[in-house]
Every structure is written in structure tokens, then in C-alpha cells.
């Protein structure tokens, strides 16, 4: 009986998966029970009656031998007919490798390495040990009884590592590593103080002390609680230093020295200029710019002079950057070490892309607040360095931080770049340190003075070359021309670990022991072993506590002899093991793939970098990732995604061009959606109507279908059409809550001159975010209705203070572009209706700041309106006619609001210009569109304005009319009602429209807050 499967692999830690078949055919629940409970013993036999007890727990078959004989059947066809053995009394699984027992190899090593001090060894090991674990054991099976002792004994495994890891972090200096382990393990067992002391010291050695003992305060709080007892001796004498301050505690950074040809030779004043700056950076931020050619030892310098000032007592943040690496990743990886406040996942828009149009520099901006807080975060009153080292493939963001950082030297922070070439340099800085090549007598101090003069004559003075080139002479009469031949001698001296040193140097500079064993299918300890001869022979090296070649041109010198087939299945093996883990970086998993030839899978990998780079608010790199995705393996999904990224950086076009290229494949609808979204926002309010609707009509998933009705609705609203777009929320109803409809209904509601409905939609969505892409202005839309609608009913205070917050979220969302001036106008609506001089000039500020074509429009009439109300009739006639010429030029969305509110201006002035018939005429006209549109605000308005106009001309007006209109003010527009009110008594004589007059302006001075008494003296000279 043959195999199906060569090798078959078990996993356990997390969802049960076995490497080498494919349980997906496995079509049968009964049949993955019965293979989970066999795997738990490892190959040990399973009695009959276990496996039947495990399978049917709740109700045992009339035949379960029969029954149980099937489900093995099945379980054979699936994973090999000689993986299922019968044995007397019941069956085992068979398998070549079990992540339980790796998991137990590995933490007994990772022990092992830390009791012999090897704490490198011991992180590595631990590592890997923690990279198999992937959740609980059989985190599938949660209730299942026959699995809760092997699930208590790998609890145990767990912690025995994360303690492991903890403790090899903190001796190698990865504080932030050490906390995160430690906390991890503590999470997992609140009581273990092993953990709680690892956590405390790693708190201690960041500068937190604080912290440290707020930890024991928990953890002693807990046993008091919990246990009745206190923590043990130890947990207690490790307080009492904290408490005393005492710096032992923190691990003490290793300070090379030069000995030997590994020793940092010369470079007195480089270390010199870099101590000085750092000395300066205090009175505030500088930026220092290493360079020098590769292997001329900028590294080494950093190296040392980090371990030296880190032993004064300075702070210093080490990250490495890489070419396409994502917005800020060396930063970000620098500050989480050091138990900074970094949380980027919290940095995005609650999940939400940003408003199409938002500006580059406003999102940037959000983001460099939440570093320079991180940064303020780190222990305060000591010397702090930010080192970021081979900086030439830094990203763009990370530059433009660095800048903002220099330009407003708030922060104490000395930022030393490293580079190799010093026109790679994103920003003016401060200093700039050259390394160059050793001289003659350095070159003697390192490799000797029998060899110095002609290695020197060979190497240029190139360290890194220079001590390639002694090692691999060796005392042979012939000495390689080239750092390739010299560490392909050196490698072929390591023997059999010659094979793995090539494979991770394929890999990558950091040494992944997991995925290095995965790849190679070796058992992790051989993998280890061969590291250590690497290690040995002076390839790799300690870095920031994990191990790395010692150089990248070492590193690409020894995977030169990797032949070209070899390395395509290297890298493709690793993306197929990075794929499989939880945690992958998404730009490695698309690296490895996309070397491997596997261009699908890069794609992905590039596309999961696009929604990390969004949480960054990176727009334009999430757009760069995904146009590397595209042009790797264009799909459907890939367009609609970069579709919603081009939407939001204001790309209308460029977002429809996307979609309309997924429409041939697109069967969901989305791209319709998209198109009817990118439609309504370059206000194409038609083709908004017509692409939301074949849209929804395309569509069964609610969220596209709700979206697109949104679309369409707001479009209906553009072109003035209420009542249509009333219809279509209608239909949107029971959309799912993340469209924020609610909002879009309280939005129109306020349209259609009914606030306090609109503000009972509106207000319970204030605070909450629309996280669907195309609708980029749900924000801005529902605070400023909100405000609009506390104006409309007289709460003057509650309006001013949402247009702040509306003021900070433009800011935040960087959509100041599109909605500059828009709460100058508002405020200005607001305080002339309280009598307020300061409105006009808000009108002028509107004016000149005004971001849209709408805008600008309603500070035109702002301004007619002020004019109008201070007595400047001509100027007042001639600001409406710029205005109507200006809006003229190009038809706008929501012209209709424009329209109406114009219409009513020209009323008011006809009538302050004696000229009734003219007033008649234009309220006329507001008064039928108002009523047409359904718009309640205006047509009472436009009545009211109608009847002053009646009267004044002697003409019948319909009393009952009036005194509704006057009646309904207070609902629909209390802010403006306490004037027109008057207006009308002065006109009429009604004691109805004075006594409402008195009681709308006393209800606007109540809720005027403090502008209350000013209002009170413009109310009174105004009534009598």
C-alpha cells in the first residue's frame, strides 16, 4: 500500500491542520474528530471506545463499530490508507512531525541556552517555539473533554517559553520583546510572578519605574484577593529595589571592545561628533546624517556608540530600514521596543478611508501627533537618540516626520540617519558625519602589520572588505580578489551547515529559525546548530537580539552560490509557510512569493500591505502597494480596492477607471457602487441616480445594495428632488449599520425643514464613522446638518460647539481643501440672527477661504445678507448679482439650496427697497419650489415674507395661513423666526406674530449661553 503523502505533519497549537493533505476534502465533521482525537496521542493507540466516545458524546450509534470503521475509511481516502494503522483494540495516527513535540524540543532548548547564558541562542529557540503556536491546542474543539488534560499541559509548555522569551529579551536588550512576552505570559496566568518579575524589570530598564510597580500592585491586589496570600520573597525584593531606584536593574548593554578583527579600529572623532549632538539635542531636535560606502563600518560605529551612551544612561532607539518597507516601520519598530505609546492601528479614521480630497499633509500631520506623543512617552530628563540605520530605502513618510520633527524642535531628540549615499537624504540636516576608509596605521591595528600594507592596497581601506580578505587568506600563498570569493573560502570551512548559512541567506538578513527549518524541512535544533556554526565562524551576529548576518554584502556574498532554480524554490516555499501563520509582515510573505515566481500570492501579500499602510493614513503608498498588486496579478478585487484608495485621495477619475475595469468580472455589484459614489462626489448627480440603481439592482449583498441607495438618494438630494430622496432611504431601510444611515436620513430630514426629526437621527451618530470607502464626507456631512439643525431651533450655543468639532474633524481628515469656509458660513448664519457685528467679517473670511463652488456661493450671500441688514441696499443688489453670476458659471450640487435662499434675499431687499410687487413675485417663487420640494423651512418662510409683502401693498394675505406659519417657526426655523415675526407684526398688526416674536428671541437668548445678554439688547431695540 502506497503513501499519498511523503510527509505528514501535525498541528495542534491553534485550529487543528495537517501539513500534507488537504482536510478541506474531508467533507465529513465526524471524520476530522476522529483524526483530531488520534493526533492528540502523538501515535499512540486510541482505544475503539475513546474514538466513539469523542465522536458521538452525546448519543452512541446502534453500531459503532460499524460507524467508527467508516470515518476511518473516510479519514484514509483523505490523508493516505497507511496513515490510520489498526491496532488491538483501536487505531493510531501516523505522522512525521507534531508541533506539540517541536514545541517541547524547542522550549527545553531555548531552557538550556539561557542556563549556559547563551541569550541569543535562547530567544532564538524560544522564538521559533512561539512562532507554532497559533492559539490554544485544538482551539476548534473548546469543550471537548478528551482534549482538556493535553490542552493544561500545552497551557503549561506556552508559558514555560514566554518566559523563556521574556528573560533572553531583556538580557539582550529588546525591553519592549521582553514586556510583551511577559505580559502575554501573565495574561495567560495572572498569578505567575516569574512573568510579573520579567514584566517589571523590562518596564524598569525603559525608564518606567512607575510602571514596574503598578504591576506589583495589580498582581499583589490579585493574590490578596484571589489566594489570600502576598507575592513571594523574591517578587517582594525585586519592589523594594524599584522602590529604591536601583539602576542595577536594568540589563547592562554590551560594549564591545576592538580586539581583534572584530573590533570597532579608529573613528575617535565620529564617536566624539556623535556624543556632542546628542548633547545638543536636548535644548531640542537635531538631525545627524551618517554616510559612507558599504562595509566602510557605518553599522559598527552605531553599534558602539549606541552601547556606550545606552551605558551612561541615554536612551537610544535603534530601526532599520528597508526599500518599499511601509509608512514608518523603522520608526515605529525603534519606539515599540523602548515601551513607547505606539498604537497605529488606532491612528486611521475608525476603520474608514478618509474623505476623497483629504490632503496628504493634514493625514500626515495626524499621524507625526501620535509619534512626537509616542515620543514624549519615553522616560522623561534623559538623553534620547533615534538611530535608523541603511536609511537610503526609507519610505517617504518616515522622511517627511524626520523633517517635521527638525522643522519644529519641540521634541529633545537627536536622530542619527545613516546612509550610503548622501543625496539619498530626504531633508536639510543638521550634521553630517562622512565615514571613509581606514588609513594604513588602522589597517595594521586590524589585521596586522605583516599583511596590513598590501591587504590595504586590496581593499581600499574598506573594513568590511579588509577583514573578509584576512580571514579567508588563511595562511595560503594565493589571497581571493573579491569579497565573493573571500566568504565562499570561509563558507566552504563550515562543512555541513554550508548548506543552511546559504539557504537563510537567500531568505534574508534576520535569521527565522522556523521558517528556516520549515523551508528546509530540517528539524529546527539541526537548523540551530548550524546557526551557531555561522555565528562561530563570524557570519552572523547578535543584532538588537535576534541573529542577522553580520553584513548585507556578507549576506548576498554567500547567497551567490545558491543557483537561480534553488533560490525561486527557496523563496516560494517561504511564502507557502508565511501564508499559513497569523502573524506574517504582509511585504515579506509578497517578497518571498514574488521571488518565488508565485505572483498571485505576491499580489496578496502587497495588498495586505495596502490596508496596514491605510491604517497609517499612507493613502499614497496603499496606492503604490496596490499598484504593485495590480500589475503583478489584476483581478477584481484588487481594482475595486485601489478603486475606494484613488476615491479618497480625491483621484475621481482614476477611482472610475478602476471600477469600470472590474464591471466585466465584478458579479457583487461593488464596482457599480463604486461608480455611482465616485459619481455623486465629482457631483454627476445623474449618473450618481443611474449607477446607484443598476447598482442595487445588480446587488444581493446588503452593504452594497444600501450604499448604492445611499448614492442614489443623495443624488435626488443634489439635484433638489426631496421627495425622491426620501423614497430611496425608504427602500435603504435595514441597511447594515455601518453605512450610517441613520445619519444620511437625519441629514435630509434637516433639508426638509423638520430638525428636531433630523437631530434625533443625528445626534445618537455623533462620534461614529461611516466605514464604508465611497462615502468619504459622512463625518462632515452629519456634524454640519447637526449644527444646522440646533441652529434652526434657536440653540445657537449647541450649533457654535458642533462647528468647532465640525472645524477639528476637517482638520483631522484632512477635507480642509473641499470644505474650507464652510463653518465660516455657518457661524456667520448663526451670529447674525443673534445681531452679532462680527458676522460680516466671518463672511469675508468665508469669502476668501472658500473651498467649493457651493461655498463660495453662500458667502456671497452671507455677505448680501449682512449688507441687507445694515441698511446697504446697493451693495447688498450688487453682491446677489455676483453671486448669481459666480453660481451661474458652472451648475453645483445642492444648487437648489443656493436658489431658494437667493430667491428669499431678493424678496427682503425688494422690500426694504419699497417695491411690494417685486417681493410678491420672488417669495412666489420660493414659496412653490419650497412647496414642490417638500421643504417646510423655506415654504413658511417664503409665506411669511409673502405676507409682509401682501400687506405692504394692500393686497389680502390668508389670515389662518399666517398664523400657522407663525405657529410652526419655532420648528422650523426658531433662529431667524424671532425677526421675520416682527417683520410680519410691524407689517400686519397681528398681536399673534409680536407675541410670537417675544417668545421665539426669549427661547434664542436662553440658549445663546453667554452671547445670551448681548442677543437680549439687539432683541429689545429690534421688539420695543
Known amino acids: 500500500m502506497s503513501r499519498v503523502n511523503d510527509r505528514l505533519g501535525v498541528r495542534l497549537l491553534g485550529e487543528f491542520r495537517l501539513d500534507g493533505a488537504e482536510l478541506d476534502a474531508l467533507r465529513s465533521r ?29 448519543r452512541r450509534p446502534a453500531q459503532p463499530d460499524r460507524d467508527l470503521h467508516v470515518l476511518v475509511s473516510r479519514a484514509r481516502s483523505a490523508i493516505g490508507a497507511d496513515r490510520v494503522e489498526r491496532r488491538d483494540g483501536g487505531y493510531a495516527l501516523l505522522a512525521d512531525w507534531w508541533d506539540v513535540a517541536e514545541l517541547d524540543v524547542l522550549t527545553r532548548e531555548a531552557g538550556r541556552r539561557a542556563d549556559t547564558g547563551d541569550a541569543v541562542g535562547a530567544r532564538t529557540a524560544a522564538e521559533a517555539a512561539l512562532a507554532l503556536v497559533r492559539g490554544p491546542l485544538l482551539a476548534d474543539e473548546p469543550d ?68 514596574a510597580l503598578a504591576e506589583f500592585a495589580r498582581v499583589r491586589e490579585l493574590l490578596a484577593e484571589e489566594l489570600g496570600v502576598d507575592p513571594s520573597a523574591e517578587t517582594r525584593a525585586l519592589h523594594e529595589e524599584l522602590l529604591r531606584e536601583d539602576r542595577s536593574l536594568a540589563p547592562s548593554p554590551t560594549v564591545s571592545g576592538p580586539t581583534g578583527s572584530t573590533g570597532l579600529v579608529g573613528r575617535v572623532e565620529e564617536l566624539h561628533a556623535l556624543d556632542v549632538e546628542l548633547g545638543a539635542a536636548r535644548a531640542g531636535a537635531r538631525i545627524v546624517v551618517v554616510s559612507g560606502e558599504p562595509g566602510v563600518g557605518k553599522t559598527a560605529l552605531l553599534d558602539r556608540w549606541a552601547a556606550v551612551a545606552g551605558a551612561r544612561g541615554a536612551v537610544v532607539l535603534r530601526g532599520r530600514a528597508e526599500e518599499g518597507e511601509l509608512a514608518l516601520q523603522p520608526v515605529l519598530d525603534a519606539l515599540a521596543d523602548r515601551l513607547a505609546d505606539v498604537a497605529p492601528d488606532r491612528w486611521s479614521t475608525a476603520s474608514a478611508l478618509p474623505g476623497p480630497g483629504a490632503t496628504t499633509d493634514a493625514l500626515s500631520l495626524a499621524v507625526f501627533a501620535h509619534l512626537d506623543d509616542a515620543v514624549r512617552s519615553l522616560p522623561d530628563g534623559v538623553a534620547t537618540a533615534l538611530v535608523l540605520d541603511d536609511a537610503d530605502g526609507a519610505d517617504p513618510v518616515t522622511w517627511a516626520w524626520l523633517a517635521h520633527v527638525r522643522r519644529r524642535r519641540e ?11 548622501p543625496a539619498a537624504v530626504g531633508l536639510d540636516a543638521d550634521s553630517s558625519i562622512a565615514v571613509g576608509p581606514l588609513d594604513a596605521a588602522e589597517a595594521a591595528e586590524l589585521v596586522g602589520p605583516d599583511r596590513a600594507a598590501d591587504l590595504l592596497a586590496r581593499s581600499g581601506g574598506n573594513p568590511l572588505l ?19 570569493e573571500a566568504v565562499a573560502t570561509r563558507l566552504r570551512r563550515t562543512g555541513p551547515a554550508e548548506a543552511t548559512l546559504r539557504a537563510a541567506a537567500v531568505l534574508g538578513a534576520t535569521i527565522d529559525l522556523d521558517l528556516l527549518a520549515a523551508v528546509l524541512g530540517s528539524a529546527p535544533m539541526d537548523v540551530l546548530e548550524a546557526l551557531d556554526v555561522g555565528t562561530g565562524q563570524a557570519f552572523l551576529v547578535e543584532r538588537e537580539g535576534v541573529l542577522a548576518f553580520r553584513h548585507e554584502l556578507v549576506r548576498l556574498a554567500v547567497a551567490a552560490g545558491a543557483t537561480p532554480a534553488r533560490r525561486a524554490w527557496l523563496h516560494r516555499r517561504a511564502a507557502e509557510v508565511l501564508r499559513a501563520r497569523p502573524d506574517t509582515h504582509p511585504l515579506e510573505l509578497a517578497r518571498h512569493a514574488r521571488e518565488g515566481g508565485d505572483r498571485a500570492v505576491a499580489a496578496e501579500g502587497l495588498a495586505l500591505a495596502a490596508d496596514v499602510a491605510l491604517s497609517r493614513l499612507d493613502l499614497a503608498g496603499a496606492e503604490r502597494l496596490l499598484d504593485e498588486a495590480v500589475g503583478l496579478h489584476d483581478t477584481v478585487g484588487l481594482r475595486l480596492r485601489r478603486s475606494r484608495v484613488r476615491m479618497s485621495r480625491g483621484d475621481l477619475d482614476g477611482a472610475d477607471a478602476d471600477a469600470v475595469a472590474a464591471m466585466a468580472t465584478d458579479a457583487t455589484g461593488e464596482a457599480l457602487e463604486l461608480r455611482a459614489w465616485a459619481a455623486r462626489n465629482r457631483h454627476d448627480l445623474d449618473g450618481a441616480v443611474r449607477l446607484g440603481r443598476a447598482a442595487a439592482g445588480a446587488s444581493s449583498d446588503p452593504t452594497i445594495r444600501g450604499s448604492s441607495l445611499i448614492a442614489v438618494a443623495f443624488g435626488h438630494r443634489g439635484n433638489g428632488d426631496l421627495r425622491a430622496a426620501e423614497a430611496v432611504l425608504g427602500e435603504a431601510e435595514g441597511a447594515p449599520p455601518e453605512l450610517g444611515l441613520a445619519a444620511w436620513t437625519g441629514v435630509l430630514r434637516v433639508h426638509q ?30 456634524l454640519q446638518m447637526t449644527a444646522h439643525a440646533y441652529g434652526l431651533l434657536g440653540r445657537s450655543a449647541d450649533a457654535l460647539r458642533v462647528l468647532l468639532r465640525l472645524e477639528e474633524e476637517i482638520e483631522r481628515r484632512g477635507t480642509g481643501v473641499r470644505y474650507a469656509g464652510v463653518q465660516h458660513t455657518y457661524r456667520s448664519w448663526v451670529l447674525r440672527n443673534l445681531g452679532d457685528p462680527s458676522a460680516e467679517e466671518l463672511a469675508l473670511t468665508g469669502l476668501d477661504l472658500a473651498g467649493s463652488q457651493e461655498i463660495l456661493a453662500q458667502c456671497h450671500l452671507d455677505v448680501a445678507d449682512c449688507l441687507l441688514r445694515a441698511g446697504d441696499l446697493a451693495g447688498a443688489a450688487d453682491r446677489l448679482a455676483v453671486a448669481e453670476v459666480e453660481s451661474g458659471a458652472r451648475w453645483f450640487h445642492n444648487k437648489w439650496r443656493f436658489d431658494q435662499r437667493r430667491g428669499l434675499l431678493l424678496a427682503r431687499l425688494a422690500l426694504a427697497e419699497h417695491d411690494a410687487g417685486a417681493a410678491l413675485d420672488a417669495a412666489d417663487e420660493v414659496v412653490v419650489a419650497a412647496e414642490e420640494r417638500g421643504d417646510a423651512r423655506y415654504a413658511a418662510l417664503g409665506r411669511l415674507v409673502r405676507a409682509v409683502a401682501q400687506a405692504r401693498s394692500r393686497t389680502a394675505y390668508d389670515d389662518a395661513t399666517l398664523t400657522a406659519d407663525l405657529d410652526a417657526l419655532a420648528a422650523v426655523a426658531a433662529l431667524e423666526g424671532w425677526w421675520l415675526a416682527a417683520d410680519v407684526a410691524e407689517a400686519t398688526g397681528s398681536e399673534h406674530a409680536r407675541a410670537t416674536a417675544a417668545r421665539l428671541a426669549e427661547h434664542v437668548a436662553r440658549e445663546a449661553a453667554e452671547r445670551g445678554p448681548a ?10
Do not use: C, I, N
Not at 442677543?1015 to 420695543?1024: C, E, I, K, T, Y
Open 466 to 484: 579588509l577583514t573578509e580578505l584576512a580571514r579567508a587568506e588563511g595562511g595560503q600563498a594565493e589571497v581571493p580578489g573579491s569579497l565573493r
Open 753 to 782: 425643514g423638520r430638525p428636531a426629526e433630523g437631530l434625533a437621527a443625528l445626534e445618537p451618530m455623533l462620534g461614529a464613522e461611516a466605514r464604508r470607502g465611497g462615502q468619504g464626507f459622512w463625518v462632515e456631512h452629519t
Open 411 to 421: 521634541l529633545s531628540l537627536l536622530v542619527v540617519v545613516a546612509v550610503r549615499d
Open 30 to 58: 465526524q471524520a476530522r474528530t476522529l483524526l483530531k482525537r488520534l493526533a492528540l496521542e502523538r501515535g499512540a493507540t486510541v482505544s475503539a471506545d475513546s474514538l466513539v466516545e469523542a465522536v458521538w458524546p452525546v
Open 1015 to 1024: 442677543f437680549r439688547a439687539v432683541a429689545s431695540a429690534r421688539l420695543g
Open 144 to 211: 471537548a473533554e478528551w482534549a482538556a488534560e493535553a490542552r493544561t499541559v500545552a497551557r503549561a509548555a506556552v508559558a514555560d517559553v514566554r518566559r523563556v522569551a521574556a528573560s533572553a529579551a531583556l538580557a539582550t536588550g529588546q525591553v519592549g520583546d521582553a514586556a510583551a512576552h511577559a505580559a502575554e505570559a501573565l495574561r495567560a496566568d495572572p498569578y505567575d510572578e516569574a512573568a510579573l518579575r520579567t514584566l517589571m524589570r523590562a518596564h524598569a530598564a525603559a525608564g518606567r519605574p512607575a510602571s
